[in-house]
């Protein structure tokens, strides 16, 4: 009988310092679940009207510098590294105002693949681009995004 409450003993022992143990690997955020870290964990800045646009290209930087003003804690500025984590790339389809009528991934990235979803709800955060009705159509531009191992991107458009 004293042999089994040694063991009972150890074991809640072994179980009590593993507990311990892992939760010393707690982010401290709590109320999220789990499995699903947040995309990005404050909310998108507030955007002014988007400027009146001559050329599909300069949709294509607006948005980009949308997508970054967007997303504040899912950016990077500097220099992306020379190896990625992940690059996701996206065809945005317009409707005439701006807003997004479509997203196609164009590439999706072998590892990382949420990513790819990170991306789109940029994309969506950023709209409206502006009025593109006065443009030719397609209203299509090509946004590649380059991510670093902290999750955190860059429109390859703005990396220059």
């Known amino acids: 009988m004293h042999c089994i409450d040694n063991r009972r003993r150890a074991g ?44 599909m290209n300069e949709v294509r930087v607006q948005a980009a510098m949308r997508i970054v003003d967007a997303n504040p804690n899912g950016t990077y500025g500097d220099r992306p590294p020379d190896v990625l984590l992940a690059i996701p790339v996206l065809e945005v389809e317009l409707n005439a105002n701006g807003s997004v009528r479509r997203i196609r991934v164009s590439r999706y990235p072998g590892q990382a693949p949420e990513t790819t979803q990170m991306a789109i709800d940029a994309v969506h955060r950023a709209a409206p681009f502006g009025d593109v009705s006065h443009l030719p159509k397609p209203w299509v531009f090509t946004e590649v995004f380059l991510f670093r191992d902290d999750r955190r991107f860059k429109p390859r458009t703005l990396d220059n």
């Open 12 to 55: 809640l022992a072994l179980a009590a310092g593993l507990l311990l143990a892992l939760s010393g690997c707690a982010s401290g955020r709590s109320g999220r679940p789990s499995g699903k870290p947040p995309l990005f964990p404050e909310p998108a800045a507030r955007l002014g009207a988007p400027a009146r646009l001559r050329s």
